[in-house]
C-alpha cells in the first residue's frame, strides 16, 4: 500500500488502483476525501470527521462509500441512501478492496468532566492501525501504526507506553496539528530512543510505502 499522510488525523491509502481515506476532518485540506473509493471515519470529532469534506468526497464519486459509528452515519446518511454503513468493535468487512476490522469502543478520556463518546479504530489489510482518538490496542500483529502523537487527552509517556504495547514495526505520527514545529525534536527524540519502534514523520502531501 501507499500511505499518503494528510494533515492533523487524516491518511489515504492506496492499492491497485483504488483509494481509501481515513478521517477527513477540520483540519485536513479541503479535498482530503476527493478521489476517494471508501471512507472511514473513526468518531464525530469535527478535526477526524468534517461533514463538508466528507460531501466533497462522496459527491466527487457517486461510488464511493463511507463506513463509520452510529453517531456520524446518523448525520450522513440520508443525504447518501445506500453508501453509509454502521460499524462497531468487532466488525469485519471490506472497503473498495481494503480488508478492514474494527477495534475499540470509547474515545480516550479528556477530562473526567467531560462525557465520552465512541470511537473505533481500523486495522487495514492486517498491517495498518489507524486508533483515532483513543489508545487502543487490538489485540492482534500490526506492522505500521498511525500513532496520535499529540492531544488534550494524552502525555508523552502514554504515547510511548502505547507504541511498546503495540509493538509495530514502525510508528508514522498523526493527530500532530497542535504540535508546534519548535516542539516536534523533543517528541521525535523522547518517542524515537524509548519506543520499540521506527519512528517517522511525514509532512502532509508526503507518502511512504507500508
Excluded at 4 to 15: D, G, M, N, Q, Y
Excluded at 82 to 108: K, M, P, S, W
Excluded at 150 to 159: F, G
Amino acid at each position: 500500500m501507499k500511505l499518503t499522510k494528510k494533515s492533523h488525523a487524516c491518511v489515504r491509502l492506496e492499492k491497485d488502483g483504488r483509494t481509501l481515506v481515513v478521517d477527513p476532518g477540520a483540519y485536513s485540506e479541503e479535498d482530503a476525501a476527493v478521489g476517494a473509493d471508501a471512507v472511514l471515519v473513526t468518531h464525530e470529532h469535527p478535526d477526524h470527521f468534517d461533514e463538508g469534506r466528507l460531501r466533497a468526497g462522496l459527491d466527487a464519486n457517486p461510488a464511493a462509500e463511507l463506513w463509520t459509528l452510529r453517531s456520524v452515519a446518523e448525520q450522513v446518511s440520508a443525504a447518501f441512501p445506500g453508501r453509509v454503513h454502521t460499524i462497531g468493535h468487532g466488525d469485519t468487512f471490506t472497503a473498495a478492496g481494503f480488508d478492514v476490522q474494527v477495534h475499540g469502543e470509547l474515545h480516550a478520556v479528556i477530562h473526567p468532566d467531560v462525557p465520552r463518546i465512541t470511537n473505533v479504530g481500523y486495522l487495514v489489510d492486517g498491517s495498518v492501525f489507524h486508533p483515532g482518538d483513543a489508545l487502543t490496542v487490538p489485540g492482534t500483529p500490526v506492522d505500521t501504526l498511525l500513532l496520535p502523537v499529540h492531544a488534550p487527552w494524552s502525555k508523552i509517556s502514554e504515547v510511548i507506553d502505547y507504541v511498546r504495547e503495540i509493538g509495530p514495526r514502525v510508528a508514522y505520527d498523526v493527530h500532530d496539528v497542535l504540535l508546534s514545529e519548535i516542539a516536534r525534536p523533543t517528541y521525535d527524540r523522547l518517542i524515537g530512543s524509548l519506543a520499540p519502534a521506527e519512528h517517522r514523520r511525514l509532512a502532509p502531501g508526503a507518502s511512504a510505502d507500508v
